[in-house]
């Protein structure tokens, strides 16, 4: 029961980000007046040898999962001890 409600919730609040996401306008990064330092694409070339873009975007995803799921669990945790 608990857990549909919040399956049901984190649908709904991933369809209002990206309906969000879907009204702004598109913008092509190679457009940007922003150029990347020589020594830093080189880097992330070397980068890519070693850890494939995807597989960093994986890992990246996680890992800030993690660190959301540890503020809320600490913001929990506050919540239950100031109730006491």
Not at 10 to 16: P, S
Not at 20 to 49: E, F, H, K, M
Not at 56 to 79: E, K, R, S, Y
Request: aromatic share 4%; no cysteine; charged share 5%.
């Amino acid at each position: 029961m608990i857990t549909q409600i919040i399956d049901f919730l984190t649908g709904a609040g991933l369809q209002l980000v990206l309906l969000l996401l879907g009204l702004l306008p598109t913008i092509d990064v190679a457009s940007l007046p922003l150029a990347v330092p020589q020594p830093v694409a080189d880097a992330l070339g070397a980068l890519n040898w070693l850890i494939p873009v995807g597989d960093l975007i994986t890992i990246l995803t996680v890992w800030v999962g993690a660190i959301i799921a540890v503020n809320v669990a600490l913001v929990v945790m506050d919540f239950i001890n100031s109730v006491k």
